[in-house]
């Protein structure tokens, strides 16, 4: 089974700040991963596919980088809608696996 | 416009059973695969179950194999999950996603709550 690990945890962070999520694959996954945004009390949303690839409707200062097993989600300049909890997940394998999650919280 | 919209959750107790559906609209529904992923309470999210859109593939995470089935119907543009023998640790909100051309899941219903409890 492929695991994901994500890091940091929690990242604290001001508006404006640039914040870099980090996601690693036990084994190499290409670059099929997605990055999720999950707002309390509410369904993930996806904002990147295929590691680098922004879905629609999603604003610029989100970007993906990686290949392999090592993954980031970038966020040029923090914006108060982006405090939220970011997940990783892998889709080389049918397991779908989640990493477990990345909260963004306001320093 | 996109929608998928889960029911069926509620309370059971352990060894008990509960079927969930969502309903899907806005798409073309027999031409999607389809994830079933759930999240307990404070924690992440696990995926579950996936279905081919003509159910000819079907794949179940571990912690549930044996126990939840996932199926769908076309035809009612529905997805459903089986869940028997409940645990404890089965208590989550279940969410339908749908697995789009790009491989990930593109859209999300609203989940719907399990509790499973004596």
């Known amino acids: 089974d492929i695991q994901m690990t994500q890091s940091p945890s929690t990242l604290s962070a001001s508006v404006g700040d640039r914040v870099t999520i980090t996601c690693r694959a036990s084994?190499?996954?290409?670059?099929?991963l997605a990055w999720y945004q999950q707002k309390p009390g509410k369904a993930p949303k996806l904002l990147i596919y295929?590691?680098?690839s922004l879905e629609s409707g999603v604003p610029s200062r989100f970007s993906g980088s990686g290949s392999g097993t090592e993954f980031t989600l970038t966020i040029s300049s923090l914006q108060p809608d982006d405090f939220a909890t970011y997940y990783c997940?892998?889709?080389?394998?049918?397991?779908?696996?989640f990493g477990q999650g990345t909260k963004v919280e306001i320093k | 416009e996109v929608q998928l919209v889960e029911s069926g959750g509620g309370l059971v107790q352990p060894g008990g059973s509960l079927r969930l559906s969502c309903a899907a609209s806005?798409?073309?529904?027999?031409?999607?695969?389809m994830n079933w992923v759930r999240q307990a309470p404070g924690k992440g999210l696990e995926w579950v179950s996936y279905?081919?859109?003509?159910?000819?593939?079907?794949y179940y995470a571990d912690s549930v194999k044996g126990r939840f089935t996932i199926s769908r119907d076309n035809a009612k543009n529905s997805l459903y999950l089986q869940m028997n023998s409940l645990r404890d640790e089965d208590t989550a909100v279940y969410y339908c996603?749908?697995?789009?051309?790009?491989?990930?899941?593109?859209?999300w219903g609203q989940g719907t709550l399990v509790t499973v409890s004596s």
């Open positions: 996603a749908r697995e789009g051309i790009v491989g990930a899941n593109d859209y």
């Open positions: 295929k590691a680098s």
């Open positions: 084994q190499s996954i290409s670059s099929w």
């Open positions: 997940q892998q889709y080389n394998s049918y397991q779908g696996t």
């Open positions: 279905i081919s859109s003509s159910s000819s593939t079907i």
């Open positions: 806005g798409f073309t529904f027999s031409s999607y695969s």
